[in-house]
């Protein structure tokens, strides 16, 4: 049972435009949410993160985004640059859990 | 500081043999979580340990297992491999002052089982 889900295997973006990447999640326990960054023959690299307590996180380029009603949540990336061609990875921590639980991954892939 | 380490980068086994990797977490980090990462899947979460202590297992069978040694250091075991378990390994430390939420990841082990 996937509880973190990225339906979009692959985004293709042009540089400079925005870059959507979205993750749905089914556990209502679920309270901490992060996005990852992975490179390859790299290890994923921790990006932003967001409580439930809120409903949007910035942090530079990057801004996450929570819908709790919808269990939702997005990353927008402004201005896309080709170093953010990469994988990327939503999580999420349920409610006093020590481990988080990946969605299988967005690749993004920004064009000059 | 020294980023997570994790011997060997590369591994190739045939199946039915048993296969160790190691990690070593960034100095200081007492937690220690291994996921495998699989084309479609994500990571998926194997065990976490802190303390030497198992704290958190996922759902896998039981041969795959792990322990944590008193300098934080962590080995993963995978016994009688099956094709289905080539994927790449990864382990993840975490520490006073990074927040549980915050994992370091190393750059993993592919493990490619023939």
């Known amino acids: 049972d996937q509880q973190v889900k990225q339906n979009s295997p692959s985004l293709s973006v042009q540089e400079g435009r925005i870059s959507i990447l979205n993750c749905d999640y089914t556990n209502s326990m679920f309270d901490y949410f992060l996005w990852y960054k992975k490179y390859p023959a790299e290890g994923p690299t921790f990006l932003i993160s967001i409580s439930s307590i809120k409903d949007k996180n910035e942090d530079g380029r990057f801004t996450v985004f929570l819908n709790k009603s919808a269990k939702h949540l997005s990353l927008h990336i402004v ?4 170093g953010d061609s990469a994988v990327y990875f939503c999580a ?5 859990a020590q481990k988080l639980v990946f969605g299988q991954g967005t690749r993004l892939t920004i064009n000059p | 500081k020294a980023g997570v380490t994790q011997t060997p980068r590369y591994l190739i ?3 039915g043999q048993q296969v160790t990797l190691s990690c070593s977490p960034i100095s200081g980090h007492r937690s220690v979580s291994w996921y495998q990462q699989t ?3 994500g990571l998926q979460f194997l065990f976490e340990y ?3 202590t198992q704290r958190n297992k996922g759902n ?3 041969r795959f297992s792990g322990r944590q040694f008193s300098n934080s250091r962590s080995e993963m075991n995978v016994s009688t491999l099956e094709l289905g378990d080539s994927a790449l390994y990864l382990c993840a430390s975490s520490g006073a002052g990074t927040g549980i939420n915050e994992q370091f990841f190393g750059p993993g082990t592919r493990l490619t089982v023939l």
């Open chain 1, 79 to 82: 201005p896309s640059q080709p």
């Open chain 2, 50 to 52: 802190f303390s030497e």
């Open chain 2, 39 to 41: 084309p479609g899947q």
């Open chain 2, 60 to 62: 896998f069978p039981g």
């Open chain 2, 13 to 15: 086994k045939t199946r």
């Open chain 1, 92 to 96: 999420a921590r349920g409610r006093g």
